[in-house]
């Protein structure tokens, strides 16, 4: 089973829009991971944010993470076409070393 | 582009064939993990190397098995291969095998069984 659940499935913006995706968890974690994928090939990391940490940027990425209700989001700022990818959350247990995939969520930035 | 390669790109196996993936790490990555990825799913966990040893291992049969080799390159075995093994195969490098860092992905093996 996965840890993680991302929401939506499926995010359609215009260019130029932010994109908001969250993702929910089950179990406490060590830290939590986002990545990105372009069709189908192999996943580019974008951002770590440990479990003591509530909020990281990087670049056009926000991230947040609630260990209370066990849930992060990441915000795109500015779309852009190039943003259109898959994009996943990936948790690492407490006492653990794998990385657990949720379903991810689709996002197609329209020019 | 993360350093990690993988070999080959693309394969076509019969059912029951056996077939080697091969990666190579990051330079100065000692931990190699694979997952495979069905079609509209995410990566999941199949095993983790760290300096040469077996690190853990998610939920897949004794017919999915791991090298590490002396400079940090894994090699994926999957014997008897079913349908249901069609899948992108990836691997991802990082330095430590704790998870407390990010991992590097390779590009990825597109496996299909016929």
Request: proline letters at 3%; charged letters at 20%.
């Amino acid at each position: 089973s996965q840890q993680g659940e991302e929401d939506p499935q499926a995010l359609s913006i215009q260019e130029g829009e932010n994109a908001t995706m969250n993702c929910s968890y089950k179990t406490s974690i060590n830290n939590l991971q986002w990545y990105r994928q372009n069709s189908g090939r192999g996943l580019v990391h974008l951002i770590l944010i440990r479990s003591n940490e509530r909020e990281k940027h990087s670049g056009r990425l926000r991230v947040t993470l609630d260990t209370s209700k066990k849930s992060s989001s990441l915000l795109i700022t500015a779309s852009r076409a190039a943003d259109t990818a898959s994009y996943f959350c990936a948790t690492v247990l407490s006492n653990d070393y794998k990385l657990s995939f949720g379903a991810g969520t689709t996002v197609t930035v329209r020019a | 582009e993360t350093g990690v390669t993988q070999s080959p790109t693309h394969l076509i196996k019969t059912r029951g064939q056996q077939v080697t993936l091969r990666c190579s790490s990051q330079s100065g990555h000692n931990t190699v993990s694979w997952y495979q990825q069905a079609l509209g799913q995410g990566p999941q966990f199949i095993f983790q190397y760290y300096r040469e040893e077996e690190n853990g291992r998610g939920n897949f049969p004794p017919r999915f098995s791991g090298l590490q080799f002396p400079n940090y390159s894994s090699e994926l075995n999957v014997n008897a291969l079913e349908l249901d093994d069609s899948a992108l195969y990836l691997c991802a490098s990082s330095l430590g095998g704790q998870g407390l860092d990010e991992q590097y992905f390779g590009p990825g093996t597109r496996l299909t069984v016929t």
